[in-house]
Nanobody, 123 residues
Framework: QVQLVESGGGLVQAGNSLRPSCAASGRTFSNYGMAWFRQAPGKDREFVAAISPYGRSTVYAASAKGRFTISRDNAKNMVFLQMNSLKPEDTAVYCC????????????????WGQGTQVTVSS
């Protein structure tokens, strides 16, 4: 089992930044690919970004590329999502997820999920 707890969401104005974080516990963190997904009211869960177990590779959704950066600190069992130039359409609950050994981009491929942190961007 892997337990994931997100924090660092909040309410910001458009153009500003936030850096949600995700704390992991339970298994060897460096064995897991990690990702951030988001879900806005009335919409499906959407992939945002993923990072490989040792952080050597990352992948981003088109909506996140150039504005968001995913990173991880395996010594602290943490994964982060630096979000810059936020837009009102980025408003959603942001969840981190873990999957063994690889980096993937679809929700069904992830075994463990956090509860999420709310990000609200006002115009």
């Amino acid at each position: 089992q892997v337990q994931l707890v997100e924090s660092g969401g909040g309410l910001v104005q458009a153009g500003n930044s936030l850096r949600p974080s995700c704390a992991a516990s339970g298994r060897t963190f460096s064995n897991y690919g990690m990702a951030w997904f988001r879900q806005a009211p009335g919409k499906d869960r959407e992939f945002v970004a993923a990072i490989s177990p040792y952080g050597r590779s990352t992948v981003y959704a088109a909506s996140a590329k150039g504005r968001f950066t995913i990173s991880r600190d395996n010594a602290k069992n943490m994964v982060f999502l630096q979000m810059n130039s936020l837009k009102p359409e980025d408003t959603a609950v942001y969840c981190c997820a873990a999957t063994p050994y690889r980096m993937k981009s679809t929700p069904s491929e992830y075994d463990y999920w956090g509860q999420g942190t709310q990000v609200t961007v006002s115009s």
